[in-house]
């Protein structure tokens, strides 16, 4: 417990950060997106031969309602969600090297799997807070945005994505950091691995080669199949699930057996 609050104070900067800048993203952003597609003579029409769309499962009659925009800007924040959750897991499990304080912390009366559990406990509680604040932001821009009724489930649905996302991604980070505990430049390698990722899943959905989408999490949610049927597609869901708890036991069973360089 101790080192989960201590872990909390250091993230609260981060929440807070992370809370306020998307949400003001999406509060002036939405708004204007769906004014543009309502507008008289406005329309994504133009770019219906665009393959991106495509690429992160929309289509255009989707894209043209004020729910399918909702998906279009939240992709982008998810993809931003997944470098934070990737980095996150990443520097939380090597920071002690980049500090010298490893074999402090590992002498002190707490077990290994205590301070690992604690580590994604809380990050994974910033990642749950930071959805929390984009959601009911989310719920107040569309309500800004348009006169006509939306589906909330539908609404909550894609909200939740960049919980899901950072959740994924910090496991990964976690089980990778573990490993490669002396990593010290974890932004860019972070933002490489979530970019790689991506290009991946949207090649897999431009030339159809299914089984590529299930290296990439952020294309494991369709958005037109997320506002079409108010629900995720479970195949993916239950894989992104069973990674979780891989990245994660796999990366406890390792920090728990892995020998500490001291400090000397």
């Known amino acids: 417990m101790v080192i989960f609050k201590f872990e909390m104070r ?3 900067k981060s929440i807070i950060v992370w809370s306020l800048a998307l949400s003001s993203a999406i509060f002036f952003m939405l708004p204007v997106y769906i004014k543009m597609i309502t507008s008289a003579g406005y329309g994504m029409e133009s770019f219906s031969d665009n393959t991106f769309f495509d690429s992160i499962g929309l289509n255009m009659e989707i894209l043209n309602t004020p729910m399918g925009i909702y998906y279009f800007l939240t992709f982008f924040i998810m993809f931003a969600c997944a470098i934070n959750g990737f980095n996150k897991g990443l520097a939380i499990m090597t920071k002690e090297y980049k500090q010298n304080s490893a074999d402090f912390l590992l002498t002190k009366p707490w077990s290994r799997g205590n301070v690992y559990v604690s580590k994604f406990s809380a990050s994974a509680i ?29 609404l909550i649905l894609i909200a939740a994505l960049i919980t899901w996302v950072q959740l ?32 991946t899943g949207s090649m897999s959905r431009i030339v159809g080669i299914n089984y590529l989408r299930y290296l990439s999490p952020l294309h494991y949610f369709n958005g ?10 479970v195949k993916y869901i239950v894989v992104l699930i069973i990674l979780m708890l891989l990245f994660l ?12 360089g001291l400090v000397s």
């Not at 036991?249 to 500490?260: E, L, N, P």
């Open 126 to 154: 910033e990642a749950i807070i930071v959805g929390v604040f984009y959601t009911v932001m989310s719920y107040v821009s569309m309500s800004r945005g348009t006169n006509d009724s939306f589906n909330l489930q539908t």
């Open 10 to 12: 250091q993230l609260r």
């Open 224 to 233: 037109s199949e997320i506002i079409t049927t108010a629900s995720y597609e």
């Open 249 to 260: 036991a796999a990366g406890y069973k390792i920090f728990c057996q892995k020998d500490i």
């Open 168 to 199: 994924i991604f910090l496991t990964f980070g976690m089980f990778i950091g573990t490993i490669f505990p002396k990593i010290r430049a974890t932004l860019p390698i972070s933002t490489g691995v979530v970019f790689v990722s991506y290009a």
